[in-house]
């Protein structure tokens, strides 16, 4: 029987499960410490080009948005967000009990956010002569593809990055289902695009072949300081952490990632 509830009618693919299994007696340190995730690590920096990048490994993706835009934003500074954004729509208010609060913003049927929009969110908070009494504008979230399942574009990408420099947002894309907009026909966007307009995104892992798993790449060096220490107040270090290295290090190795999800694609325009 095929099955189209969601992204997590099956299971993982054979070669995750091999690797979990042939290192399952093996004996390693926990935490995200051991030579699994640190290789995976290491070949996500080479992959994106970036060996300044951290990179971290969590279970999902509710628990990697909430924790992030938690460890990355004081108390009184806000996320924006598409109204149709996972983290408005799809997270039982995680962010908001962090306590930090999404600024939804209205977006057409593709549910992408535009620079322009950014700016005049922005700027109109800033021409507020009573601004202290509302939460301030401090990061940008974007999903890539799009719950929608749109694709931003390279130049559209590139539009939002500078806008977010130019008035001091960090932006940070959520890449649950990053493989398949990486790999769509058409696409003009690379994880090393990514890595050069974004502070913060993720790859995802769980949607995308892994059994379970988001790696978090944080580009920004101001943002990269005592993050583990946010990660394990958010109960997201996973003690055997381990599990987590080995299906990133098997979805990385030979490129296995993109195979996954450009299959994928590939049936998905059959239907």
Sequence with gaps: MYRFTNDYSEGAHPSILEAMTATNLEGNFGYGCDPHCEHAAALIRQKIGRPDADVHFFVGGTQTNATCICAFLRPHEAAIAAHSGHICVHETGAVEATGHKVLALPTGPEGKLTAAQVEEAVRA?????????????????????????????????????????????????????????????????????????????????????????????????????????????????????????LQFLALFEDDLYYDICRAANEQAYRI
């Design 125 to 245: 908070h800033w021409a507020d002569e009573a601004r202290e009494h509302l939460v301030q504008p401090k990061m940008v979230y974007i999903s890539h593809p799009t719950e929608n399942g749109a694709l931003y574009t390279l130049a559209e990408l590139e539009a939002l990055s500078e806008t977010c420099k130019e008035l001091g947002l960090y932006l940070f894309l959520d890449g649950a289902r990053l493989g398949y907009g990486l790999t769509a026909r058409g696409s003009d966007v690379s994880l090393g695009d990514l890595a050069r307009l974004c502070d913060v995104f993720y790859i995802g892992g769980t949607k995308c072949g892994a059994l379970l798993g988001e790696a978090v790449v944080i580009a920004n060096p101001d943002l990269q300081r005592d993050f583990r220490y946010s990660i394990k107040q958010n109960g997201g270090m996973l003690a055997k952490g381990r599990l987590l290295g």
